[in-house]
Nanobody, 113 residues
Framework: VQLVESGGGLVQPGGSLKLSCAAS????????MAWYRQAPGKERGFVAV???????NYAVSVKGRFTISRDNAKNTVYLQMNSLKPEDTAMYYC????????WGQGTQVTVSA
């Protein structure tokens, strides 16, 4: 299992970013995919999940602002982040229930004026 996140960067409050996670080494279409984030000095926490059927669930702090989606043809899961706040600043990681022990290198999101 391999997960490669990309798309992070520096954005002003209120701005948007779209993260991508390219997956390989397992049957992507059969797996649930999730996004987590870890801010400095804090534990890694759940952000969003999408099941193999396409059902989604979000952390309360991002609901209504973030959207998780998947493209099974590209073995990729996305996280569209709108109305970003400084408290969204973190390293973002994707994860899969195909092997929950595997994490990518993450992609840094910094929200600052």
């Amino acid at each position: 299992v391999q997960l490669v996140e990309s798309g992070g960067g520096l954005v002003q409050p209120g701005g948007s970013l779209k993260l991508s996670c390219a997956a390989s080494g397992f049957t992507f279409s059969s797996a649930a995919m999730a996004w987590y984030r870890q801010a400095p000095g804090k534990e890694r926490g759940f952000v969003a999940v999408i099941t193999r059927e396409g059902y989604t669930n979000y952390a309360v702090s991002v609901k209504g602002r973030f959207t998780i989606s998947r493209d099974n043809a590209k073995n990729t899961v996305y996280l569209q982040m709108n109305s970003l706040k400084p408290e969204d600043t973190a390293m973002y990681y994707c994860n899969t229930d195909a092997d929950g022990s595997v994490w990518g290198q993450g992609t840094q999101v910094t929200v600052s004026a």
